[in-house]
């Protein structure tokens, strides 16, 4: 792994370099050569699921808007702040009154829905290109961005999902690293759960009910080296061989190697079972090492985050893209501000303000990067985590998967009747 | 019957009562322990979540993630509520929710109350129509309010650069009119108005005729006096229900000027960390103004509700 992750470092500073001479045309924070600041002007208004709170608003008014003013004099940039809680809610009422605002940020999955009701710029058209992005971020993460192969945003900040062990517990069981195979990750799951004398679980050997369920079945099924849908994302796929290994295992885990118990821990819970002990392993988001760090500093050294390998890697991400409305006003000062919220240090500030993993490859050699262990194993590991979304219809059906992986987990049906159900449901969403 | 006789049947019905009597005071009184102590066990449940709120938001990070939980803070963190009150500004939340509220509470006691009257005690054509009305609106579900009314809000016509047609600008978004008229008035209140007017009876208003009254004065002099319970719950209701919106507020403004504190609140519930620390200390403070508003009114409100039957 540590050789790994050299070469990686060596290869993207060597990334950074070239990028020296090309990234400016899709980011940097430089004005683009298209774009002349004097003749870019008007006011522009900016929806945001971050930059939240006063030290996110003073970042974003007292930091990087101002960088911004100076490059861009004549732009003037309204910010509504709002929760990815209600994104959705906020976005559809402006879309129905018509007021969109000219950026938008919004997450992985959402691009799809909105660009395919035409709400969306195609930043192609803006100058923006799909080969201009992928010179500076991972395919996976650009084609998040895309509908329809035309491009509609582009990458601010990643949230990830991967395997984290407790590695002092996992010692003690006589286990020197993390599984390197789900064969693995069932012995040590078994050999690090805890059970009192009455049966009632004192330590889970494998979290997974600590983070949503859709999420935690999509990692797993990325490890299965299944896939959510079809390349064009017109058929479901996760109940393929490949998801029903997946939910079969998850099941296995809790019902058949009882590893963990339904409740043991919740998405409620105040704090992650594995910063207090209560879990061995466990799927967790990169902001776990933030969390660690504020909760419990002594277990940072213990904390050893692992890809879930199974037949592929399974790494999953999710995060936030700036986007540009299709009936924008001023749709150059909105491309410059997309362009600058994109810009390395934009991006990275804001990265850094979340504990969040920088999209821009060329970020792995900050220092924030380099500070936080679990956002530098993310970044290195880009190249195999997938995302979630596919289908313009995403937003409507992802809030079914939890309640199908549910059914499963509690053994109500089994894992290929649950996925076979939840793929009728989605096809019928797809093709209505 | 002589007189000894007489005396002796009444020593011995009161030797027969005596005990009964005494039966019925101790079933009496076991009756009320019994009643007392399910009473408490109650008030304990309702009373141990906002301890435990209380408690939370005095806690460190550290020892919130210790398992099993302390009950007890083992440092008081008081400088926790200094941190919530950082984090956003609060000051300014709580006083656009302050206003707000107390504007919807207003609006809501001088129309619901004229709205409750009117169906109650004036006969008029078309007036159950209009009452079924008012209970068919109790039943439509917030979410699907949202977007008619949110559009209703944007196509204001002569207000944020609209035309008289609703076209061409803002209409009430990004305003205190926003924050303030769709909320203003709604049909629980006019219901439970109606509900206690109609509770009120009808000699008062005949003698008040006689006496030369008109409508109006009748509603403000006779009758509304009457019903200051009525107008402590709904009163008592309306500010809890709009001191608590969240969506309606974040989805119509867009200035930080114009946020309140259930808005401000959210910032500590990101999507994959919740900060409970400050998340408790703030919902701790954002509830003081509704538990003062509860202690003074108390009285007026248990009378109504157990006048409109919504214990």
């Given amino acids: 792994m540590e050789v790994k992750s050299r070469m990686r470092r060596t290869a993207s500073v060597a990334m950074v370099a070239l990028m020296g001479l090309g990234l400016a045309a899709c980011s940097a924070g430089e004005a683009d050569a298209d774009l002349n600041p004097d003749e870019v002007s008007g006011e522009i208004s900016l929806l945001t699921p971050i930059f939240e709170g006063s030290p996110g608003q003073d970042l974003l008014e007292d930091e990087l808007l101002p960088q ?110 993390p599984p390197s195979s789900w064969d693995e990750l069932i012995e040590i799951a078994e050999a690090t759960t805890v059970r009192s004398s009455n049966g009632s679980l004192e330590r889970a050997g494998f979290d997974m009910m600590s983070l949503d369920a859709r999420q935690a079945f999509e990692t797993v099924l990325f490890s299965a080296g299944g896939d959510l849908f079809n390349a064009d994302a017109t058929e479901p796929t996760f109940n393929s061989d490949e998801g029903v290994a997946a939910l079969g295992l998850m099941a296995d885990l809790v019902n058949k190697y009882e590893v963990e118990d339904i409740g043991f821990t919740s998405t409620d819970d105040i704090v992650n079972p594995l910063i207090n002990g209560r879990a061995a392993m466990g799927i967790a988001h990169n902001n776990l090492w933030t969390q660690a760090l504020e909760a419990d500093e002594t277990v940072l050294d213990n904390l050893e985050p692992f890809v879930i390998q199974g037949e592929s890697s399974g790494m999953f991400f999710g995060g936030t893209l700036a986007t540009v ?27 850094e303000q979340r504990g969040n993993v920088p999209a821009l490859t060329e970020l792995l050699d900050s220092d924030y990067v380099q500070s936080n262990r ?33 059914a499963a987990l509690l053994g109500q049906k089994t894992p290929e009747e649950a996925l076979d159900d939840l793929a009728a449901l989605v096809q019928t969403s797809i093709d209505r | 019957m002589t007189l000894p006789t007489i005396k002796a049947l009444a020593i011995s019905e009161e030797v027969t009562v005596a005990p009964r009597k005494r039966w019925f005071h101790h079933a009496k009184g076991r009756q009320a322990v019994l009643v007392n102590i399910l009473l408490s066990l109650g008030a304990i449940t309702m009373l141990v979540p906002f ?43 709580f006083r656009n929710s302050l206003v707000i509220a107390t504007t919807h509470t207003l609006i809501t006691i001088a129309l619901g109350a004229m709205a409750g009257y009117a169906l109650a005690r004036i006969y008029f054509r078309g007036r159950e129509a ?54 203003g008035l709604s049909a629980s209140a006019i219901f439970l108005f109606r509900q206690f007017y109609l509770s009120l009876p009808k000699d008062l208003e005949e003698a008040a005729r006689i006496d030369g009254l008109g409508e109006f004065r009748i509603f403000a002099q006779i009758y509304t006096p009457l019903i200051k319970p009525a107008i402590a719950t709904v009163g008592l209701l309306t500010f809890q229900e709009s001191w608590n919106n969240f969506l309606w507020p974040l989805l119509v403004t867009t200035s930080s000027d114009l946020r309140v504190i259930q808005v401000g609140l959210a910032v500590f519930q990101q999507l994959d960390n919740t900060q409970w620390q400050y998340l408790m200390a703030g919902t701790t403070m954002a509830t003081v103004p509704m538990v003062i508003l509860f202690i003074f009114a108390q009285k007026y409100f248990i009378q109504g509700f157990t006048n409109a039957g919504i214990k």
């Fill in chain 2, 130 to 183: 209009i009452f079924l009305a008012f209970i068919a609106m109790l039943m439509i579900p917030t979410y699907t309010k949202i977007v008619p009314q949110f559009l209703l809000v944007k196509f204001m016509p002569l207000f944020g650069g609209n035309d008289i047609l609703g076209q061409g600008g803002s209409g009430w978004l990004d305003t205190w009119w926003a924050l303030i008229i769709p909320g």
């Fill in chain 1, 325 to 351: 409305a299709n009936n924008s006003k001023n749709p150059q000062a909105a491309r410059a501000l997309l362009e600058f919220l994109s810009s390395p240090e934009a991006a990275l500030a804001a990265n």
């Fill in chain 2, 51 to 93: 301890l435990w709120m209380v408690l939370t938001s005095l806690k460190s990070p550290a020892e919130l993630a210790q398992f099993p939980p302390t009950v007890f803070p083992q440092e008081w963190m008081w400088s926790n509520y200094a941190a919530t009150l950082d984090a956003a500004p609060f000051g300014l939340y």
């Fill in chain 1, 68 to 177: 911004f003013y100076e490059e861009y004099p004549n732009v003037t940039v309204n910010v509504d702040y709002t929760t990815y809680g209600n994104l959705n809610e906020k976005l559809t009422t402006a879309v129905v009154s018509g007021l969109v605002p000219d950026v938008m940020l919004m997450g992985v999955g959402w691009i799809e829905a909105f660009a395919d009701k035409g709400v969306l710029a195609d930043l192609g058209e803006l100058g923006l290109s799909e080969a201009d992005l992928k010179e500076s971020y991972t395919d996976e993460i650009v084609e998040a961005g895309m509908w329809d192969g035309n491009v509609y945003a582009v990458p601010i900040m990643l949230d990830t999902r991967f395997g984290v062990a407790r590695m002092d517990i996992l010692k003690e069981a006589g286990y020197d690293s």
């Fill in chain 1, 374 to 406: 679990f956002v530098q194993f993310a970044m290195e590991n880009l190249d195999v985590a997938k995302r979630e979304g596919g289908p313009a219809q995403w937003l409507e059906v992802r809030g079914d998967f939890a309640p199908a992986v549910q």
